[in-house]
Structure formats: structure tokens, C-alpha cells
């Protein structure tokens, strides 16, 4: 019998994107209904999903060498008490609906035996001798075994490794997985949720549970009142999925407008070359206190020198909000910008504290499942990668194209981060440029864009100096691509200001 799952958890059983399973139900080839799709059609698209056509224990063995084994083998196991809770929850629903049946089984087995009974006295016709038949019949199938549903099995597998959540009233979902708790694994599902120190005193992260049990995971300050602790509150940051499946009630932020500025200090964690005039400045944010912003987002940073001068740059956050405490960060030599002199003067090493002021900016993932293209020129790679993770780890984009120009002989500086993600990733592919002029090299990825993305629904990120995203924007007009589905990020030349 089908089995209805939602796409989410389809996905993870199949070993695809949720974007992927999106665009076969765009495309007509996979059923939603109520936000699910069911077994039988999905095992008919990915055929290879079936374990085995045998029985169940040899499925089991099998399952090492099948390709959910190893997704299976690469998660990592919860905490033994989270696990205990889980396989006892899922025993528990499993003793119900054993329970269940035997009873209806009894049923069934005492109607058959009345009509029989009535069938037997004079007045019996033909109507109760077909009823007889038709219990009988049904009993016969119902008693007579049938393969389990392998994606049925594999869920219920999952179940107790991995937790899901869903979220109202947004209806967005996300697993936790291994030792995470609520906070983590929302983040790196790409969610915008609300947080603040990340360790059980501020209280930003208060949610409300409305099914499900969630377990404690570190001792927290904060004082959940009594009425808050009847209706269901919790701490996400303190807390993980007890029961395999759990529904929050909390409020998303919409966009930028919903992130509060922030003041920060943080620690210089490392200071790494990325060419000969980019640097990777990698600052740690304290135990108690998290950075909140969206992929894309800037931050002002600032430094206080030995004779009491302020020096302070704008600069992009190039790691996304899901990496926890820390905050990476591609900056550039440039003559008339102080916190970057200072940098390559090395006068901003490691351990020397680092003050954040923020986030700002618009440059953020649009809602949608649209497509992806990121345009890029030189060292303004830095939000882009930030949103590229934040779609990656969001896993709604059908596809994401990424168009790197350098202006410089070394401008494509973590090539090998782009590598990697399209060895990866199916729907991920990219294309690098080299071109001194950033008006030249704008009508050169314009032409690459050209060549098979213009036709399609995309939407489109472009960041670099004023003149490549002008030339772009004029190439994305020209084409028709309409102005509500591109996004900049103008990357400001340096005045210089040291207070
Ligand atoms: S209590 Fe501060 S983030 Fe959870």
C-alpha cells in the first residue's frame, strides 16, 4: 500500500534535492497532494531506491552495500538517551498499531462467524452468503504476506536516527541529526530563526512545542516561567528532538528587516593569504553571544590601534549563518581602505579582538524555488558564497550557476571551494572568466548567461564594482529578465577613515 511522505523526508530517502523532487512535481512526473508525495510514484522515478526484491532480512543485509547504507553509515547517531527516547517512541507506535489490528482482526473474525449463523437460518438470501464471501475473501488477503514498502522501512530506519521537525506556521522543515540541538540544526537547514547567545540565557530563542518531546542538552540560565513550561516552551539552543517527529510553533524572520543591528566582540581566530593582495580574516564570535544575520549581509568591523585610534571597514560576511560562531571574511589590499592596510600589515593577527557592528544590507535569498545565478567579480565572491551555502543548505534551488570573473591573473581564489561543490553537487555548476576590463568581463558572462540561462525563470545575483554589475544589469534588461529578479551588491570603493 502507498505511503504518503513529505518532500522533504522524500528526498532524504531517495538520496536527491528537494529542488529535484520540486521540479519533477513542476514538470508533471511526481503527484503532490497536501504537500506529500507517495511511495509508489517515487519508487517508479528512482527504481534504484528498491533494496532488494527479496525478503526483509536479506534487505537488511543488503543495505551495507546499497547507496541508502551508506547515507545511513555516514549520519551521525544522537546521544544514547535521545536514541532510547526515539526507538521507545517509535515501539510505542508500533505496539498501538498492533494493538489496533488484533482487535479489528477479532472484529472482522466475529462478524464473519454471525453471518455465518444468519446464513444458516431459513430466512437467509443470497445477499448475506456474498457477505460472507466478500469477509472471507478480504480476511484472506489481509492475513496473506506481503513485501513491506522498502521506502517505508527506510523511513522508519531514519526516524530514529534523525529527527524532523516541521515549523508553523511557516511549514518549513528541517532534520536534526547526531548531537544538535534545535538551534544548530535549524540553522544549517537554512532557516532564519531568532537566537542570541546560543547557550541558554538570553531567551531569543524561546519556541513553543506543539507535538512531539524534545530532551534537554546542556543545564540552561534562563527562567521559562511555569505558565510558559505548561504551554510548551522550550529553548532551542538547549534543547534536541526526543521523538522522532516534532512541530514548533515559531515566528521566521521575513528578511532584513527583522534582524536586529547588533554589537559584537569577537576574536581573530586565524589570518590565512588568499592571493597576494586577499586575505581571509576568520574571527570568532564569544561562546555567549552569536552573531545574527542573513547570507549576503555585511558588517562594519573595527579595531582600536595602541594610540587610541578607531579603525573600521564595510566588508561582506563570506560564511553563512548556519557555521556557527564563526565569521569569515575576504578582504582586499586596497590604499585607501585602513582596515585593510592593517591587515596586511600584519597589525591584525591572531587573538586580537575584533568589533562587529550589525548586519546591513539587502542582498539576501529571495523566496522562491526559481533557479540560481550568481554573477560575481574578484574578491565580491565573498556574499555570494555566503548565499550559495545558504541555498545549498536550504536544498529549494532546482539548480545554481555560478559566473566568476577576475579582473587579476589570481582572482579566482577558492576555485578549488567551486570545484568542490560542483564534483558534489548535481545542481551546481560554474564558469570562471579573466578579464581586466570589469565592463568587458561583464558582456563576457553576460554572453555565458546567454547561452542557456536567459531563456529560463532564473533569479539572478550579481556583486562587483559599480561598472560590472551596471554592464550586467543592462545585459539581464535587455534580455527581458524583469528588475524584481535581480539582486546587487555594489562593492563601495574605500575613502579611507581612521577615527
Ligand atoms: S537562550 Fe539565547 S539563544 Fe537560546
Redesign the pocket.
Known sequence: MSRWLTVWRAAQLVGVSRGALQQRVRLGELTLSDGRVSTDELLALYPETNLADSGMLERVAQIKEEAFGRRVRERLLPSQEVLAQRIFSQTQELADVRRYLQRYHSLVVDIGRRVKLLRHQPAADGDLRELEHFIDRGLAQALATEQADPLTVMDDMLKVMMAQVTVRPSGNEFCVEGHDTL?QAGLRAGLKLS????????????VRVIAGQVAKTQA?D?PLSEAEKAQGYT????HTAASSELTLELLEARGPQDIPMQQIVTAVRAVRNLAPNTRLLHLQTPRSHRLRFLAGQSVTLGFARSDGSDVHGTYPVASCPCDDRNLHFFIEEHPNDPFAKALFSDAIASGLSVTVHGPTGEFVLREGNRPLVFAVCDAAFAPVKSLIEHALALDEAPSLSLFWLATRSDGHFLENQCRAWSEALDQFEYELTQDPDPVAGARQVGRAMRADLFDIDCDFYLAGPQAFVSALQEELRTAGVPKSQISSHVVAEPVGETV
Open positions: 538551534l537566537y542570541g547567545c546560543g547557550n541558554g540565557t538570553c531567551g531569543m530563542c524561546k540552561f534562563y529553548l532551542m539552543c538547549a
